[in-house]
């Protein structure tokens, strides 16, 4: 797998990744955090791609600069998107996404990643409790919270 950015060659690929029906709500959608990359110029987005297709999205930022951060903390590293299409799903991307993600952010030397999800997203929180992630609290919207610390 590997982790790319979004350019008008595969920006429709990425817009026309699905959810299950089960899993709407779990996660915005890659059109919803394209227009919020577009104007948030820390945000980045990535494709994921394995054998020449786009199976999975994701967007990572820096913990600073956007209006709803309420305080910045330079340093740290948020991930508030993380997604793989309905029909590939199962096959170990969610994972490999993740660790890719995970490695590119290292890169900056962050003190700590943060990741957001639904309480009921039970398959997203194993996953990322496999990796390290701790529970930690709950955003303003009762999203559950947790944080890797590096
Ligand atoms: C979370 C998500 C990215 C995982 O993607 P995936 O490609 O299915 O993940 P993987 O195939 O790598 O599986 C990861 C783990 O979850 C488990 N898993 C995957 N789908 C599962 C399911 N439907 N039921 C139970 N476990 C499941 C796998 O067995 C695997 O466990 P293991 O690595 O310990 O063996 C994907 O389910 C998704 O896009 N969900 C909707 C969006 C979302 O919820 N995003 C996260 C919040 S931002």
Same mark, same amino acid.
């Given at each position: 797998? *590997?982790?790319?950015?979004?350019?008008?060659?595969?920006?429709?690929d990425v817009l026309r990744l699905k959810l299950k029906d089960d899993q709407i709500g779990f996660v915005s959608s890659n059109a919803f955090s394209i227009a919020e990359s577009s104007v948030n110029p820390d945000y980045q987005t990535r494709a994921a791609m394995v054998d020449g297709k786009i199976v999975g999205f994701a967007m990572y930022t820096e913990w600073v600069n956007a209006s709803w951060m309420k305080e910045q903390k330079p340093g740290e590293y948020y991930i508030p998107r993380v997604m793989v299409d309905k029909s590939y799903q199962g096959n170990g991307y969610g994972r490999k996404?993740? *660790?890719s993600l995970l490695n590119e952010i290292e890169k900056n030397r962050p003190k700590a990643i943060h990741i957001v999800y639904c309480?009921?997203?039970?398959?997203?929180k194993a996953l990322y409790l496999s990796l390290g992630f701790e529970e930690y609290g709950k955003n303003s919207d009762g999203e559950t919270l947790a944080r890797l610390t590096l």
């Open positions: 797998m *590997e982790l790319i950015s979004i350019t008008k060659h595969n920006i429709y996404l993740m *660790e309480p009921d997203n039970t398959v997203a």
